[in-house]
């Protein structure tokens, strides 16, 4: 899929030196750095808590995802 965006001249500037310095593509850089923040800021699926044995203890989704990105 192909999507244009506009960057800030600073920042173009930035992934275009990246890009050079790397020896691949602008596309490449810009897809490396979005794929990085994505995974760093995605919620988890799931969450183990608690000893290895037993039910975990009971905590709610909501709670936890609205304090994880404080």
Sequence with gaps: MR???AL???LA????HEAKRRGVSIATVARDALRQHL???AAPTSIAIGASS???PMLRWRS???TSRL
Excluded: R
């Design 3 to 5: 999507i244009t965006i």
């Design 8 to 10: 800030p001249e600073d």
């Design 13 to 16: 500037l930035e992934v275009k």
């Design 39 to 41: 995974d760093a800021t």
């Design 54 to 56: 037993g039910n975990p």
């Design 64 to 66: 936890i995802a609205s």
